[in-house]
């Protein structure tokens, strides 16, 4: 019983260079979080991509506050409208 309850916490903590993305209240922003919890738990994260990965979505989260949008709310016409 101790080693099954030891493989599903394993299998569930927060691998190490996870990037964590929080809002204004330190709360992890959904879809991004799950996402790069995703990735981990894949074993994609060669040469420490998801840092980079991470700062594409900050840059991302931040065009999209100026929109009054988020990550939940875009729609198409917001990423066209960022394209040069």
Do not use: K, N
Not at 40 to 59: N, S
Request: net charge negative; glycine share 8%; aromatic share 8%.
């Amino acid at each position: 019983m101790g080693e099954e309850a030891l493989r599903r916490l394993d299998f569930r903590a927060l691998t190490d260079r996870l990037p964590v993305i929080v809002d204004g209240q330190m709360r992890p922003v959904e879809p991004a979080c799950g996402w790069f919890r995703h990735l981990t738990y894949l074993g994609r994260d060669p040469e420490d991509i998801l840092r980079h990965y991470a700062y594409i979505v900050l840059r991302l989260m931040e065009f999209l506050a100026e929109r009054g949008r988020d990550l939940g709310t875009v729609v198409e016409s917001d990423g066209t409208a960022r394209r040069p």
